[in-house]
């Protein structure tokens, strides 16, 4: 009797190999020299001085050439990178960034274990493997973006003008989109996120982990919610010495974290038999490194009647990360395009696009961002809602 065939299931190996296609990309990309790119922007800002009349000849003529929408769009994306790039938001310095390759859910991994003592051989003992474990946090980033027009009467009326503020309008829109799905992971509706914080909170591995509280923001608060992070251990419950690094307040809490990451003093009332008696001592919490943050998008997520009273700690990230933003590989800012007109001559010649669409006459932008923000490690963080 012939042995059975067996049956390889190669879904999996096809799907990782299938990681890396890129098919989906144009074949006929217009590709402009640097010298081009300057052209048109001097063309644009009108950089030879031209009186109105002729910047507005000039501008129509280049407009009816072949390329130059394709131009104008490669200059309005360089000019939307670069708005881009001049804005550091806060989160980054306490967010994990990363990237995938694709909209399908992911994983990140956490190893634990190594972290206890080594134990003591005998002569010829054998050496014992370290127990350790696996823990997965899911991944996964969606497709946002806006879409924008600009009548073809605008463009005749201001020869452009209209287009000056779009890559700033949409390099802050970027901004804000990132930062909103970053202060939405650790800040809901309600409050502290209940999927990030709890009393306790569990972790995907199982285990129970406290990092909510009530304490107002104090210096001796911000000693304690330190040490409470500090005491956090592992799932064989060692400790992990988290140190806490990164304080992040709404606006109505900055005057008094700065105050408290900058006094050098600190003042309490030592009560004797005289009355209380003011005794001025050091204030240590300058010199632990806090790094503040004021986020304006907690108030605007937050929506509780503690908003105004609730501050967040986020350990060393040389530590680990309690939150993490991953982007779209290849895509990882935001990118603009053109429609294309739909619209064409009476003897069949294609239109530019700078002449608007068929219906309306519209010109047609639009942007597009692909990110997702995920929660990671809870015991990197602590949440206080000031209300005790």
Not at 6 to 16: G, L, N, P, S, Y
């Amino acid at each position: 009797m012939p042995n059975a065939i067996e049956t390889v299931d190669f879904t999996e190996t096809f799907k990782e190999a299938g990681l890396d296609w890129q098919g989906w990309k144009p074949v006929n990309v217009r590709q402009f020299t640097e010298s081009q790119i300057a052209a048109g922007i001097d063309l644009i800002n009108n950089a030879d001085h031209l009186r109105p009349h002729r910047h507005e000849f000039r501008l129509w003529e280049a407009v009816t050439t072949t390329d130059f929408p394709y131009l104008f769009g490669t200059i309005i994306e360089r000019e939307l990178m670069a708005q881009y790039g001049i804005v550091q938001p806060e989160f980054k310095a306490y967010t994990l960034e990363g990237t995938v390759p694709n909209f399908e859910q992911h994983t990140r991994h956490r190893r634990n274990g190594g972290r206890g003592v080594l134990r003591d051989l005998t002569e010829k003992g054998e050496y014992l493997v370290t127990p350790s474990s696996d823990t997965r946090y899911t991944r996964q980033i969606r497709k946002l973006g806006e879409q924008f027009d600009i009548s073809w009467e605008a463009l005749i009326a201001d020869g452009m003008g209209a287009f000056d503020d779009v890559p700033e309008d949409y390099a802050k829109m970027a901004v804000n989109t990132e930062h909103n799905e970053v202060t939405g992971l650790y800040a809901a509706a309600t409050g502290p996120d209940p999927l990030l914080f709890g009393a306790p909170i569990v972790d995907v591995n199982g285990v129970n982990v406290t990092n909510l509280g009530v304490l107002p923001l104090t210096i001796a608060n911000i000693e304690a919610t330190a040490a409470l992070m500090a005491a956090q251990t592992d799932v064989n419950g060692r400790p992990l010495s988290i140190r806490a690094m990164h304080l992040v307040v709404p606006p109505a809490l900055e005057w008094t974290a700065r105050a408290i990451l900058t006094s050098v003093l600190k003042q309490w009332t030592e009560v004797g038999a005289g009355g209380g008696i003011p005794v001025p001592t050091a204030n240590i919490v300058p010199q632990m490194g806090f790094q503040l943050h004021v986020d304006p998008w907690i108030p605007q997520i937050d929506v509780s009647a503690n908003v105004a009273t609730t501050w967040y700690m986020f350990a060393d990230t040389s530590f680990n990360y309690a939150i993490g933003l991953d982007r779209l590989r290849g895509h990882e800012g935001p990118e603009i395009c053109m429609k294309a007109s739909n619209k064409v001559t009476t003897t069949g010649a294609p239109i530019s696009p700078f002449d608007g669409d068929f219906d309306t006459d519209n010109v047609f932008y639009r942007v597009r961002l692909c990110l997702g923000g995920c929660y990671l490690d809870p015991r990197c963080a602590y949440a206080q809602t000031g209300t005790g």
